[in-house]
Every structure is written in structure tokens, then in C-alpha cells.
């Protein structure tokens, strides 16, 4: 068994505040709390966030003049069927790309894939919440003019929707190489919606999929990942090909 497996959540909660400000200790702790499980597969306090991914772009820096004029530009030019999809795409889960790959992806189809997708889910959410507690940026307030019901409460810096899109996305297409350019496409479907809905910055989006990226590259160089992924891998094929229909020939 891999050592980062082994932290007690007592000791994380303390390597976490090494990159946290007390005020952000409590908001992780309670993720961590949450968690009926130790880490799985990724354990966040293993995780270097400043190399991982860039710091966002500092106020008042042309970066962040350009961040402001495209999530003014894209509240402003949206429509309401995108708002409506938008606030559709923020309860996300895995089996959402049944969209891209039909529905024969779901969990009661695929209960291998829902068992290890919820861990890797898990592991990921700590992830999000440690990088976001490491940036500390300011969630922008164009969301309130978008009509968007969800709680605002947190940092945005990386989006974690659409980190979670990634990491989703980049696995998926491990399994289903042939899949990946339409399932990626979703993911970035998921980002622009955020950006859409004002909850993000165009950057925190762009982060997001970079670290959605790592981490399911982490996922897949884990030793116990890798114990279950084949046998996912094999449910997920199995049930695509049962799904598709036999080729008709014409006389």
C-alpha cells in the first residue's frame, strides 16, 4: 500500500494549513470531515499547487482587464436557453457525458464505473478546495445579474466544475479513445457555461482544465487506480458495444 495513503486526516488537515490562511483551514477541515474515506487514489497534501498551476492574473493586469471584458461579454450576449442549460450543467456528475456517449452510460448500467468514479470524484473535490484555498481569488459578482440560483460561497480559482469536467473527460477517453474529441467537447462545453453564467473568469476555466488534466494523469499513474481501471475499462466497452446496434446490409 502506497504511503499517501496511510495520512490520518488529523495530520493532512495540518500539511494543508501550511498553504492556507486560518480562515481557510475550517472550510477545508470540514471538506475533509465530509469525506467518509481517506483520500483514495490522489491525497491532496502530496499535491505541489504553485507547480501545478499558474497564479490567476493580479488585478488591474491587462490579463485580468481581458478576464473581466469576456464575463461581461459573454452574461451579456448569452441566451436564455444557454443560462437555462448552464445552471443544468452546474449539478454535474460523470454520467453526464451520457450525452456524448448515450445512455447506456449510467450507473445502473455500469456499476464499476459509478463505484470508482465516486471515489476518484471525491479525491478531486479536496483537490479543487486546496487549490482554490492556496489562490484565494475572489468569485466575480456577475453571476447575481445571470438569474443563477446556486450559492456562491468560495474562492473560483481553478473552476472546480470544470476541473471535475476534465478529469472526467480525460479518463473517459482513456477508456474510449475513439470518444475523446466528442468528449472533450462537452468538457469544454461545461467550462464555457460557467463562464456563461458569470461564475467564472475565462482564466479560471482555462486552469481548470489544466488541472483537470493533471489530475487524471495522476489517476492513471497510481498503482491503486490501476487495480480496478482494466475491469472498468472492460464494463465500460462491454456496455457500448451491446448498446450499439448490428450493422444493416442492404441487398
Known amino acids: 500500500m502506497e504511503k499517501s495513503r496511510l495520512f490520518p486526516s488529523v495530520l493532512l488537515v495540518l500539511l494543508l494549513t501550511a498553504s492556507t490562511g486560518v ?3 475550517a472550510r477545508t477541515s ?13 491525497n491532496p497534501a502530496s499535491l505541489d499547487i504553485e507547480r501545478i498551476l499558474p497564479p490567476p492574473p493580479l488585478p488591474n493586469t ?3 482587464k481581458i478576464d473581466n471584458s ?5 452574461a451579456a450576449a448569452a441566451t436564455d436557453n444557454q443560462i437555462l442549460l448552464g445552471i443544468a ?9 451520457s450525452q456524448t456517449l448515450g445512455i447506456w452510460f449510467s450507473p445502473k448500467v455500469l456499476p464499476k464505473t459509478a463505484a470508482l468514479f465516486s471515489k476518484v470524484t471525491e479525491d478531486t473535490k479536496i483537490a479543487i478546495e486546496l487549490a482554490k484555498n492556496h489562490f484565494k481569488r475572489a468569485r466575480p459578482a456577475t453571476w ?13 480559482y481553478p473552476s472546480g466544475h470544470t476541473t471535475r469536467a476534465y478529469v472526467w473527460a480525460n479518463l473517459l477517453a482513456n477508456a474510449l479513445p475513439d470518444e475523446k474529441k466528442a468528449l472533450h467537447h462537452q468538457a469544454r462545453q461545461k467550462a464555457w457555461y460557467r463562464v456563461i453564467l458569470g461564475r467564472h473568469y475565462p482564466s479560471d476555466v482555462r486552469a481548470g482544465k489544466n488541472y483537470g488534466a493533471f489530475l487524471a494523469s495522476q489517476f492513471l499513474n497510481n498503482q491503486e487506480f490501476q487495480r480496478e481501471w482494466p475491469a472498468v475499462c472492460d464494463e465500460i466497452r462491454n456496455a457500448r458495444a ?10
Open 23 to 25: 480562515s481557510d483551514i
Open 30 to 42: 470540514q471538506l475533509l470531515a465530509s469525506s467518509t474515506k481517506k483520500p483514495s487514489f490522489v
Open 62 to 64: 491587462q490579463e485580468a
Open 70 to 74: 469576456y464575463i461581461r461579454y459573454a
Open 89 to 97: 450543467a452546474s449539478r454535474d456528475s460523470v454520467f453526464d457525458y
Open 144 to 156: 447575481r445579474q445571470t438569474g443563477d440560483t446556486e450559492t456562491s460561497d468560495g474562492y473560483c
Open 242 to 251: 451491446e448498446a450499439m446496434p448490428p450493422p444493416s446490409f442492404k441487398l
